[in-house]
């Protein structure tokens, strides 16, 4: 069941051109939190970003790195669950009885060094969104130890924009910040995706525009793009607003 909805999640997100094959652009510092954070005693790894700056897509790129660990995953987008409950979503999804105990996992073999992990695209897009939030810590609290984790990823350019928790959910979420004096808990403890730094947004450029699996054929460089408007470039750093302009620009005529 596990198999069979990820790949029906996949198709849904390649089909309506979420995510790119061939062309992800590696996001090295958020990929090495989200793999050492799976042996930590935490359940919830809170990801923000501004809209467009590939959250989706690294969800999915995690999933294929927990896949090739032998991590067991699975891929659900909020805004395709109507129902608050993360538990009764998971019965419905897995084909579970109603009141399944999520403790059986254990016998199982799921640990905290080898959790089962639910990974949530777009935490805000869900009808209630802070509803399901509360259900989601509400669901860790009730199966603490690690052996079940979830990456929920939220929509929102400040922390400020975070929805408020009770602060008996902080110890529920993984943090490699101690230095954080947000007075709300969840901003506390969220990881802030940050936009493309310069060496990734010169290698998505090159995916898109280079190589066998090329999306886009382009007629200038990135380097003219800068000498000709660098107020444009700080905008390309995010990884959609690239997206459409390199689409806008396929096989156009050069830059003046």
Known sequence: ???????????????????????????SEAEANLL??????????????D???GKTNLLVEMQKQYYHKDI?????????????????????????QQGFDFTILK??????????????????????????????????????GGFIKVVLSWRAELSSELPPINGSFSNLIYSDN???????????????????NNQELE??????????????KLQFKLEDLAYYDRGLIRLLHNPFNLNIFLSLFDNKRPLP
Do not use: C, M
Request: no cysteine; charged share 25%.
């Open 36 to 49: 050492s954070w799976v042996d930590t005693k935490f359940g919830l790894f809170f990801i923000y970003a």
């Open 203 to 216: 290698q998505a450029w090159d995916k898109y525009a280079k190589g066998p699996n090329r999306k886009y």
């Open 72 to 96: 067991t995953s699975l891929l659900i987008r909020a805004n395709r669950v109507s129902n608050a409950s993360i538990t009764e979503s998971l019965q419905d999804i897995l084909d579970l």
């Open 51 to 53: 809209a467009g700056s």
């Open 178 to 196: 101690t230095l954080n004096r947000e007075t709300n808990y969840l901003a506390q403890k969220a990881y802030y995706l940050k936009e493309f």
């Open 107 to 144: 016998d199982l073999g799921f640990s905290r060094g080898n959790p089962f992990i639910i990974l949530i695209d777009g935490g805000n897009e869900h009808n209630t969104p802070v509803s399901f939030l509360t259900e989601i810590l509400n669901f860790l609290k009730k199966y603490s």
């Open 1 to 27: 069941n596990v198999l069979r909805f990820n790949k029906k999640v996949w198709d849904g997100l390649f089909k309506e051109g979420k995510v790119k094959k061939n062309i992800y652009q590696s996001r």
